[in-house]
């Protein structure tokens, strides 16, 4: 009878090519998955959450700037990766309890046990897709759709002189505005300068993205207050909003503030609305 047991575990891969410093072998974390006789190995991302803990791991490096360089790309000598985890040294060794528990929380929601169809293949594209920050995600999936918008509505404007206002503020934000901003950069400002512009254009927008933008800003409003409650830093958490975080707390968090703010039934359009582009963007890209 198979194991019903989810292990995940780091190591130092020595297969892949180490880096030497001080006549010493650095190699990177990976991780060991073994999930009902099932295994696979995925490289750590240890280094990517390492970059907002970068004053914090200096007790280790001691100043030596290639061996900075060596840690923050998450290659580590035996030794060293023995002493961390050993002597829990911070904060390298709760960042890796936390990667280890996101993984597991990650496998789990897949129902291992019950699931005929679970498979670790292609497991590093599942882990990348539930870490992924989501008010990015959220941000750049309205921008392109509002972006396309301007577009649709120039072309049915440009020879219209009826539409003529239109056609000028469209041609105006397609041409002029700084679309490398974030969205609800773009959309805070331009309300605060030239609101009724703003306004026609919403009269023109597809009534799917009206919502969606709605619901973002209104989602943006909480930003602050979930990273304040969710404030993982100090604790040598992975410091981020991810999707997992999405499925296993913002979701409902986000329909209680929503639900006071604007009604049950508001609520709900607009909690559907952001987890429906979580799923077209993330969920449904993790699982081709």
């Excluded at 900075?68 to 050993?86: M, N, P, Q």
């Excluded at 539930?130 to 020879?159: A, G, M």
């Excluded at 619901?215 to 409650?229: G, P, W």
Aim: glycine share 2%.
């Amino acid at each position: 009878m198979p194991n019903k047991k989810i292990t995940v575990k780091h190591y130092l891969n020595k297969r892949a090519k180490p880096r030497f410093y001080l006549q010493e072998e650095y190699y990177p974390v990976y991780i060991q998955l073994i999930v009902d006789a099932k295994k696979a190995q995925i490289k750590s991302r240890i280094n990517q959450y390492l970059e907002l803990y970068q004053s914090e791991i200096k007790p280790i490096h001691r100043d030596e700037v290639q061996l900075k360089k060596l840690i923050l790309s998450g290659f580590f000598t035996d030794g060293l990766f023995e002493r961390i985890l050993h002597d829990k040294i911070y904060p390298v060794s709760p960042l890796l309890n936390d990667e280890i528990s996101v993984i597991t929380k990650i496998i789990e929601l897949q129902h291992p046990f019950e699931n005929e169809n679970f498979s670790l293949n292609n497991f590093s594209s599942d882990y990348e897709k539930h870490v992924t920050e989501i008010t990015d995600i959220l941000d750049k999936s309205i921008k392109e759709s509002y972006r396309i918008n301007l577009n649709r509505i120039f072309l049915e404007s440009i020879d219209k002189e009826e539409e003529k206002r239109i056609f000028t503020v469209v041609n105006f934000f397609i041409h002029y505005i700084n679309w490398d901003n974030t969205f609800s950069n773009f959309y805070e400002i331009t309300y605060e300068v030239i609101p009724s512009e703003l306004k026609l254009v919403e009269n023109y927008l597809d009534k799917d993205l009206l919502v969606s933008i709605k619901a973002y800003l209104a989602y943006h409003s909480k930003v602050n207050i979930l990273k304040r409650y969710m404030d993982k830093q100090e604790q040598g958490k992975i410091s981020t909003l991810s999707y997992l975080d999405w499925i296993t707390y913002i979701k409902e968090f986000i329909a209680r503030e929503f639900t006071k703010l604007l009604g049950g039934k508001k609520a709900n359009e607009y909690v559907a609305c952001l987890d429906s582009i979580l799923d077209r963007k993330i969920r449904k890209t993790s699982h081709p």
